[in-house]
Antibody
Framework: QVQLQESGPGLVRPSETLTLTCTVSGGSISSHYWTWIRQPAGKGLEWIGHIYSSDSTNYNPSLKSRLSMSLDTSKNQFSLTLTYATAADTAVYYC?????????????WGQGTLVTVSS | EKVLTQSPATLSVSPGEGATLSCRASESIASNLAWYQQKPGQAPRLLIYGPSTRATGVPGRFSGSGSGTEFTLTISSLQSEDFAVYYCQQYNDLPTFGQGTRVEIK
């Protein structure tokens, strides 16, 4: 049974870089697309981006200029990097698996990690 | 960007009653729609996709229908564990989510 676990700093200073990692257990990272979603407190869900391989990514246009995603098959991990963080980036960040291919729902989710952007 | 509008924002239902949640897309998304359930402090859980296929382990009281721009999630007889927020999501294009429908105990 595939499980996902997010990790990273809970506090990021404004204008600094937010980096999160998702560790996949119980399955190979090479066989699926993977994605990040975030949710500000009390609000809805926002898709951040997908990654399949190091050169196959899709990003939310609203974040594209600050966002990059990478994948480490040796560690079965994928990561998110968001530069120039602001208070608007404060949210619970989830990593998830995409069911089959690019145009599919998200069938396995991590528990989420809260990131606060504050000085 | 394809916008999803869910209605109602809040639905008050008594246990044992049925509930119907709606999701409207700003343009056609064919059948590329999913429904998620989220309880407080938990990650969303995939319920329905495609838009009528139940995900693994989802009880039969949950059903989905629709195509194009109009979609519905029906819960036939609400159990205590079904009171939660429900989100629709389109994956026809770059994914977007609806704003959610809160199903609360009446």
């Amino acid at each position: 049974q595939v499980q996902l676990q997010e990790s990273g700093p809970g506090l990021v200073r404004p204008s600094e870089t937010l980096t999160l990692t998702c560790t996949v257990s119980g399955g190979s990272i090479s066989s699926h697309y993977w994605t990040w979603i975030r949710q500000p407190a009390g609000k809805g869900l926002e898709w951040i981006g997908h990654i399949y391989s190091s050169d196959s990514t899709n990003y939310n246009p609203s974040l594209k200029s600050r966002l990059s995603m990478s994948l480490d098959t040796s560690k079965n991990q994928f990561s998110l990097t968001l530069t120039y963080a602001t208070a608007a980036d404060t949210a619970v960040y989830y990593c998830a698996r995409i069911l089959y291919g690019y145009h599919d729902p998200f069938d396995v989710w991590g528990q989420g990690t809260l990131v606060t952007v504050s000085s | 960007e394809k916008v999803l509008t869910q209605s109602p924002a809040t639905l008050s239902v008594s246990p044992g009653e049925g509930a119907t949640l709606s999701c409207r897309a700003s343009e056609s998304i064919a059948s590329n729609l999913a429904w998620y359930q989220q309880k407080p402090g938990q990650a969303p859980r995939l319920l329905i996709y495609g838009p009528s296929t139940r995900a693994t382990g989802v009880p039969g009281r949950f059903s989905g229908s629709g195509s194009g721009t109009e979609f519905t999630l029906t819960i036939s007889s609400l159990q205590s564990e079904d009171f939660a927020v429900y989100y629709c999501q389109q994956y026809n294009d770059l994914p977007t989510f609806g704003q959610g429908t809160r199903v609360e105990i009446k």
